[in-house]
């Protein structure tokens, strides 16, 4: 099977900090696409950012940012100037050749006011 | 437009006995897929379905079905409980209609099933 790994757990951060949650996969498809999706305590998730095999440019949007490497098989997104409402369960997630997506067990994020 | 919707939201069961989880997707998307969230095991995928067929299918027991209607509304049908089937489902829609993948998938609130 082709993992999606988040090898962070869990990670508590001070309103303000900037804060960095890694994802890592692994593929053998030449097209594939990852996604970002935040779940808050209410259970759905959210979607975040979408970014396809071809596409390396990191990508900003407000606090948000992500960095996608292909060499390393990696895309990892940061939240500057965290905030509480943050705090969620954040999954890195990749579709390949179906339409089966992939996720990675999710990271757990506090940010504490 | 409106999201994703889901119903019941929460359904409390006893073993043995079988249930229907009903999904209606985004208005305008074709694909519906359905996903198994527990402490243990993440997000699963359980299977997808565009166009009243089922087109995707995960690593589930047949004791897993689902149906997709002429309107996109999918079901999933889980008959004979165990106890670990207790679990979030997520159904999410998509707009994916051609034979590439790659649409983002929108996710609603889930029906928490609890097996007792």
């Known amino acids: 099977a082709q993992k999606v790994t988040q090898a962070q757990t869990e990670i508590s951060v001070v309103e303000k900090e900037d804060v960095t949650l890694d994802c890592v996969y692994e593929?053998?498809?030449?097209?594939?696409?990852l996604f970002w999706y935040k779940q808050p305590p209410s259970g759905e998730l959210v979607f975040l950012i979408r970014?396809?095999?071809?596409?390396?440019q990191n990508e900003i949007s407000g606090r948000y940012s992500w960095n996608f490497q292909k060499s390393t098989s990696s895309f990892n997104f940061t939240i500057t100037a965290s905030q509480v409402v943050d705090s969620a369960v954040y999954f890195c997630?990749?579709?390949?050749?179906?339409?089966?997506?992939?996720f990675g067990k999710g990271i757990t994020l506090s940010v504490r006011p | 437009k409106a999201g994703v919707t889901q119903t019941p939201r929460y359904l409390i069961k006893t073993r043995g006995q079988q249930v229907t989880l009903s999904c209606s997707p985004i208005?305008?998307?074709?694909?519906v897929s359905w996903y198994q969230q527990t402490p243990g095991q993440g997000l699963q995928f359980l299977f997808e379905?565009?166009?009243?067929?089922?087109?995707n299918k995960g690593n589930f027991p047949g004791r897993f079905s689902g149906r997709q209607f002429s309107n996109s509304r999918s079901e999933m049908n889980v008959s004979t409980l165990e106890l670990g089937d207790s679990a979030l489902y997520l159904c999410?829609?998509?707009?994916?209609?051609?034979?590439?993948?790659?649409?983002?998938?929108?996710f609603g609130p889930g029906t928490r099933l609890t097996v007792l």
């Open positions: 208005s305008g998307h074709r694909s």
């Open positions: 970014r396809n095999s071809f596409d390396e």
């Open positions: 999410a829609s998509s707009g994916w209609a051609s034979g590439g993948p790659g649409d983002t998938q929108y």
């Open positions: 593929t053998r498809d030449t097209t594939y696409y």
């Open positions: 997630a990749k579709h390949g050749a179906n339409s089966k997506l992939t």
């Open positions: 379905y565009f166009s009243e067929t089922q087109r």
